[in-house]
């Protein structure tokens, strides 16, 4: 089970007599880009939420960076970065303010912020807009510093629940390099979609439907399971 960076056995969320996740398991390797899969209600920001320490599992086990998502969400939250479609960024917060905050809260010392504030600017090519109001930036800046801002304390794992939504195309495409270096580095990625296209650049996908996991493995075993052309072909299948 350590050896896993994310690690579920039977996760189970109810409320009252709705059962939203239905005792799934699954394990996610360090650096291992993991997707995440399901039609709107099919339970997947309610099991991102226990699995960040935000919901409490009704039964079953959960351990993120090591630490139980039951017994220990505090160290949990400390050791993972988040970034949803929303960007999680402060619109009335200048480039440089919104990094700067987001390093205190995830517990960073001020000399060791203000010096990886400027590396993270220049890896940007933001330096000119350091001083930038974020609401002012382009959607796609603004998903980048997002990211950037996720991952600024170095998580050993970073959950992503819908980053590319509203953006064209060749930005996710660029925003998909990022997560690749990340990955590179040793930062698990879990991430949710609705873009079928992207769950090809992981490396491995699940998909859920009505709150259980009805096929986890490579896009190319999928598919040839499936005899599907592509995930989205797959995606139908099950979640029709």
Request: glycine share 8%.
């Amino acid at each position: 089970m350590s050896a896993f960076a994310i690690y579920a056995e039977n996760l189970t969320k109810c409320f009252g007599s709705f059962t939203a996740v239905n005792s799934i398991s699954f394990s996610v390797e360090a650096g291992e880009i993991f997707g995440f899969l399901g039609a709107n209600g099919a339970g997947k920001t309610t099991a991102m939420r226990m699995l960040c320490g935000l919901s409490k599992p009704t039964s079953g086990a959960g351990v993120v960076a090591g630490y139980d998502v039951a017994r220990e969400p505090e160290k949990v939250k400390q050791s993972i970065g988040y970034m949803s479609q929303k960007f999680s960024l402060y619109e009335d917060l200048k480039v440089w303010e919104n990094i700067r905050l987001f390093a205190g809260i995830y517990g960073m010392r001020g000399k060791h912020i203000a010096s990886k504030t400027e590396q993270t600017l220049a890896h940007l090519g933001f330096e000119a807009e350091r001083n930038t109001l974020v609401k002012a930036l382009p959607l796609g800046w603004k998903q980048k510093l997002a990211f950037s801002v996720a991952i600024f304390h170095e998580p050993k794992v970073v959950f992503l629940d819908e980053p590319t939504g509203g953006v064209d195309p060749a930005t996710r495409r660029r925003f998909w390099e990022m997560i690749y270096q990340a990955a590179e580095r040793g930062i698990t990625v879990f991430v949710t979609t609705h873009y079928m296209d992207e769950a090809e650049y992981c490396n491995r996908v699940s998909i859920m439907v009505d709150g259980r996991i009805e096929a986890l493995d490579t896009p190319k075993n999928l598919r040839q399971q499936y005899s599907a052309p592509n995930m989205d072909g797959v995606f139908q299948r099950l979640a029709r």
